[in-house]
């Protein structure tokens, strides 16, 4: 997990952050309390053990964001979305989910209480372990495990766990947005080319798309696709170093 240095930055206290667009944000260990995040937006962000206690999250869509080991106590969450987020032994204490959507998601050993109705769910899958390492080739395996060796890959907990394990939701993600082929060939050039911190798939998934869809790229190399990264410094996949 990416350390949040400045935890108290994005722990809202009795303050109202209502319409808010939380953009590459890192919540990881903040704690908010008896505040107002009512039609916010939070994308590309990650919330590895974060607090909500008497929050108000009506209306709210999490998008492509990691909500990890988080809490969401009597907080309001009616008509919230979960589009492509990962979310993975979080508890929702006293919060109802039941006018939640969650779209093209994983949850993995989370209680969702009585939300499984196909309307609420679409794409979605409700896990209670892992997948299985045995779902992928030995290949990917290998590239992805490899990956562990850059720091700011390693520290993301992005693709990997703890104790020398595969996160292998992350990994079916990526399989299903390219495919084995085309990680195989791609995955190595990340190695090289992460620099700096990040907190969530998507950031990954979206350098990846850059590196398919370069026409004149054909055999990958570890310092072609340097320019791909500066360009998403300057747009929306520029990371805040807070």
């Known amino acids: 997990m990416a350390r949040n240095t400045k ?3 994005y722990s809202y206290k009795c303050k109202d952050a209502s319409k808010g667009f939380f953009q590459n944000k890192n919540f990881n260990k903040t704690e908010s309390y008896n505040s107002k995040f009512t039609d916010s937006t939070f994308q590309n962000t990650s919330l590895v053990g974060a607090k909500f206690k008497f929050c108000n999250l009506n209306g709210v869509v999490f998008e492509n964001c990691l909500i990890q080991g988080a809490l969401f106590r009597k907080s309001p969450m009616e008509n919230v979305k979960f589009k492509n987020c990962i979310i993975i032994s979080t508890k929702f204490d006293r919060t109802s989910l039941k006018t939640c959507l969650f779209e093209n998601s994983v949850v993995l050993a989370s209680e969702i209480g009585d939300i499984t109705t196909k309307s609420n769910m679409v794409n979605t899958d409700i896990i209670q372990e892992y997948y299985g390492e045995d779902e992928f080739s030995d290949d990917v395996l290998e590239q992805i495990e490899l990956l562990r060796s850059n720091q700011y890959i390693n520290r993301s907990s992005v693709l990997h766990r703890k104790r020398g394990k595969i996160n ?7 399989v ?3 495919s084995e082929e085309v990680l195989i060939s ?3 050039d990340l190695g090289y080319e992460i620099n700096r911190d990040f907190y969530t798939l998507s950031y990954l998934i979206a350098i990846l798309h850059k590196y398919n869809d370069d026409d004149s790229v054909c055999e990958p190399g570890p310092l072609q696709h ?3 990264l500066n360009e998403q410094a300057e747009t929306s996949l520029r990371t805040d170093a807070g």
């Open 168 to 174: 292998t939701i992350s990994v079916k993600s990526l």
């Open 186 to 188: 791609r995955l190595p």
């Open 226 to 228: 340097r320019k791909y």
């Open 7 to 9: 935890p108290l930055r």
């Open 176 to 178: 299903q947005e390219f």
